[in-house]
T-cell receptor, first 110, second 112 residues
Framework: DAGVTQSPTHLIKTRGQHVTLRCSPISGHKSVSWYQQVLGQGPQFIFQYYEKEERGRGNFPDRFSARQFPNYSSELNVNALLLGDSALYLC?????????FGPGTRLLVL | GIQVEQSPPDLILQEGANSTLRCNFS?????LQWFHQNPWGQLINLFY???GTKQNGRLSATTVATERYSLLYISSSQTTDSGVYFC??????????????FGKGTKLSVIP
């Protein structure tokens, strides 16, 4: 079975631009979560979606938004990018209690 | 919110040595997972272990939920074990949530 997939793998943007990151969960998993990991830190929770509904939101500004589609894939959108948004963005899909992470998207904001 | 502390922050081992990584958490948990993050950033599931003991090859983990800590044991370490080990939890009050709170990790370097 394929694992969690994310696209793109790397991305370079400039301040003020917006970005869309994509995630496809493991087949049969209905929950998708997004995390941000800055260098030297553990991942920080951004959003959780289950059956297309938002189930949780971390301490991130409104510039961050997400949605889940009927096929359970998900998008994370970030508007008005700041230098501090440079990070590894991780998507995880869940079946019951165990979360499985994708390879991440490395975003660099210049 | 729940606090997760991992120790030691850094660990250097000779190949073949054994090690113990510790994770303390400040509240009762519904979910505890150990992950290994490789140099390319991929988070690899090691254990789902909110309580009890599990073993998988050279790795084993024990969580003592009543005392709010978990231990990850690595035996006969190999250079491929290098990377950062994270403990992550979901507090008991968050039952039904998949919102993991991560510790800061233990960076393990295994030298030949």
């Amino acid at each position: 079975d394929a694992g969690v997939t994310q696209s793109p793998t790397h991305l370079i943007k400039t301040r003020g631009q917006h970005v869309t990151l994509r995630c496809s969960p493991i087949s049969g998993h209905k929950s998708v979560s997004w995390y941000q990991q800055v260098l030297g830190q553990g991942p920080q929770f951004i959003f959780q979606y289950y059956e297309k509904e938002e189930r949780g939101r971390g301490n991130f500004p409104d510039r961050f938004s997400a949605r889940q589609f009927p096929n359970y894939s998900s998008e994370l959108n970030v508007n008005a990018l700041l230098l501090g948004d440079s990070a590894l963005y991780l998507c995880a899909s869940s079946h019951q209690e165990t979360q499985y992470f994708g390879p991440g998207t490395r975003l660099l904001v210049l | 919110g729940i606090q997760v502390e991992q120790s030691p922050p850094d660990l250097i081992l000779q190949e073949g040595a054994n090690s113990t990584l510790r994770c303390n958490f400040s509240d009762s948990v519904n979910n505890l997972q150990w992950f290994h993050q490789n140099p390319w950033g991929q988070l690899i599931n090691l254990f789902y272990i909110p309580s009890g003991t599990k073993q998988n090859g050279r790795l084993s983990a024990t969580t003592v939920a009543t005392e709010r800590y978990s231990l990850l044991y690595i035996s006969s370490s190999q250079t491929t074990d290098s990377g950062v080990y994270f403990c992550a939890v979901v507090p008991y009050s968050g039952a039904g949530s998949y919102q993991l709170t991560f510790g800061k990790g233990t960076k393990l370097s295994v030298i030949p």
